[in-house]
């Protein structure tokens, strides 16, 4: 399958780089993201910090999967990047991208600055709802059962 054109340009800026496809990388992934699912709906509701860290960290599989079907990597773009053209490329809504951008930022806020700011229990919903729905986007995306 040729690589969409925006992942070419991002290869020409050199934020991504092309790669040589990982047999298995791209089922791993999206296992993992489901690994992830699983587990934060497995959790009591109230534990909500761990259930959105768990489903944020889940949908940034289902981006690495998708990275992968593409063959490409990041460089010194990084996770954001990643994050907001594989969104694109998963259809993602503009609220939807406005909330994964969110739990982006306060991820990287709280890995590298400050605590975690509390997350209600609708935050928490909504980051498993978006991995739900974009975790099959993926499977369907990659062709991988």
């Known amino acids: 399958m040729p690589r969409p054109s925006e992942y070419e340009n991002l290869i020409k800026t050199k934020a991504f780089e092309a790669v040589a496809p990982t047999p298995g990388a791209i089922a791993g992934f999206l296992r993992n993201a489901a690994d992830y699912k699983a587990t934060a709906d497995g959790l009591d509701p109230s534990r909500h910090l761990q259930v959105f860290t768990l489903a944020y960290e ?3 599989q289902v981006v690495q999967a998708v990275l992968e079907f593409y063959e ?3 460089k010194d773009a990084g996770r954001n ?3 907001q053209r594989v969104s694109t490329s998963l259809g993602v809504n503009s609220q939807e991208f406005a909330f994964i951008t969110k739990a982006h930022e306060r991820r990287n806020g ?3 600055v ?3 700011p509390p997350v209600s229990k609708a935050e928490a ?10 975790l099959l986007v993926a499977h369907t995306l990659t062709d991988t059962p």
């Open 72 to 74: 490409v990597r990041t």
């Open 81 to 83: 990047l990643a994050i």
């Open 110 to 112: 709280t890995s590298y």
């Open 125 to 134: 919903a909504t980051m498993l709802a978006i991995l739900a729905k974009y």
């Open 114 to 116: 400050s605590p975690f």
């Open 58 to 60: 889940g949908y940034f």
